[in-house]
């Protein structure tokens, strides 16, 4: 407890998005980084690695973005800033929260890299919105990345709803159309890199697909698939039924541009 709140005086959060609980949230998660970083590193490393491919990929064809948009990068974890400096002249770490490397970074690449508080979703302010329509456009002259963060987008606005006393159907498809927007301005770019967690794995059980129907829809958009991993999500002791999830990487833009 002492941890996590040390860790939530450490986070800068855009006020809608504390409304609704995300800097407690984004605090337990930095605590369980460290707690749980020898059964995470293989996903970190992982997810390094696909967002630096696909960044190579975008970089090598001929009038190369020169901006990274790297959404979900408010704790800098699974980003790999160094390598990504020497492929971009700006890098833009997008998110509602914030912890105290991303904000070093910031300081230390002074012009170069910059915390951008933004609601992707563009729900947060306003549960009302129509999510198809509240979705801010992303800037097209970036190499746009949406990291570990398409299924965390309808959690916490989706569970105010039900709180409030909305019918968990229309709460469930709400859902979904936050997720829908979110890709579909992502593949309005000519340049993104999406890592998502397609299936919840668990060892005594069938994987659970989480987003069905997306990888046919991504290919149509012009979209290849990249690498896929295992993150052990909820290791043995950390829960009491173990599991993990199913991860992929797509990419958009060189060699797989329409």
């Given at each position: 407890m002492i941890e996590e709140l040390i860790a939530w005086a450490r986070l800068d959060c855009l006020p809608a998005a504390q409304?609704?609980?995300?800097?407690?949230?984004?605090?337990?998660?930095?605590?369980?980084?460290?707690?749980?970083?020898?059964?995470?590193?293989?996903h970190i490393a992982q997810t390094r690695a696909a967002l630096l491919a696909a960044a190579r990929v975008s970089a090598a064809v001929p009038d190369a973005p020169r901006r990274a948009w790297i959404m979900g990068a408010g704790l800098l974890q699974d980003v790999p800033l160094p390598e990504l400096l020497c492929l971009f002249d700006q890098i833009d770490l997008v998110d509602v929260c914030f912890g105290p490397a991303a904000r070093a970074a910031e300081r230390n690449h002074a012009g170069r890299v910059r915390c951008v508080r933004q609601d992707v979703s563009g729900v947060l302010d306003d549960l009302s919105r129509d999510p198809q329509r509240a979705s801010p456009p992303m800037p097209?002259?970036?190499?746009?990345?949406?990291?570990?963060?398409?299924s965390q987008l309808p959690l916490l606005p989706c569970a105010a709803l039900l709180e409030s006393g909305e019918a968990e159907a229309a709460?469930?498809?709400?859902?979904?159309?936050?997720?829908?927007?979110?890709?579909?301005?992502?593949?309005?770019?000519?340049?993104?890199?999406?890592i998502i967690e397609y299936a919840r794995t668990r060892a005594d059980a069938p994987d659970e697909v989480l987003l069905p129907g997306l990888p046919d829809r991504l290919i149509r958009d012009g979209w290849t698939a990249g690498a896929r991993w295992q993150w052990a999500l909820n290791p043995t002791g950390e829960a009491d039924e173990p599991s993990g999830r199913a991860m992929q990487a797509w990419r958009r833009g060189g060699d797989a541009g329409r």
């Open positions: 409304r609704l609980g995300l800097r407690r949230e984004a605090a337990a998660l930095a605590v369980r980084h460290r707690r749980l970083r020898t059964h995470w590193a293989d097209a002259d970036a190499w746009c990345a949406s990291v570990n963060l398409l709460v469930e498809r709400y859902g979904t159309v936050i997720q829908q927007a979110h890709i579909d301005a992502l593949s309005r770019v000519p340049q993104a890199c999406l």
